[in-house]
């Protein structure tokens, strides 16, 4: 009878520790964190990206913005103009939007009255400019992440990328690496 | 918190957010609370319909203490007290 109650108790036990470690790895796992893919690099798009960055981080949630194919357009600094590209980068590079200023909306673009008629707007409702929210997202320590791999592909070059206080190179199993362990995980 | 209470109360800081859209009221919440001490309350001015809604989110979420908003001529008035 003891004999029994004594396995029983063991084989508990075992399970005891196989929950626990469960539980432990699902409580590290995710951290008060959020990660985007950011592809496109339309303006509205851009901007919701940034709005909730910016939102999360004055929450203190930690961000990390992964920057990828379109949307490296929003991080080209227009004063920059680097050398040493050839043929290809270069018509890519001038048929693709030179900085934040430059970006088309998805719809109602309108040959550029759109984002104009937008930007007028978000003034008029005292909106932070999409500049004004790199900044402030520069100041929170969002953390942002070019996809070194479509960086080359549209011949972009470091160099030309805008002055930001956290902004880093890699590719895309970084990002999957900071998604897996973030509790809020988006595409955009 | 009542209204005639919220109104009464003694607030440490005030930040005046009113010329500024969402998300700015909330980033400008969070850059003053760093500098009142805890149990210390804070009061927000918005004009954004979201804000309203936003900052107890926040609080719940840093555990300070949302006390309640106060509806003026156009703006809101909205009070917490630092954990």
Redesign the interface.
Known sequence: MEEIQNTEIQRLQRELEVLKKKVSNLEDSRKDQLSIAIVSGDLDKILAAM?IS??AA???TQVKLFFSFWSLSALRDPKKCPKGKDFISKMFGMMLPKGTKKLALSNMNMVGMGPMMIRMLMKK????SLEQMFK?AGE?GIEIVVCEMSMNLMGFKKEELIDYPNLKFAGAATFVADASESSIQLFI | MSNEELKNVSVTKSIDAR??????P??E??KAIGTIKAGEIMEILSADEGTKV?IP??CN??GHEYLGTVEENGYFKIYMKKK
């Open positions: 709005v910016v939102a004055a929450m203190d409702q005292n909106v932070m402030e929170l | 010329g500024t859209a969402c998300p700015g909330l980033l919440a969070k936003d989110k926040w979420k840093q």
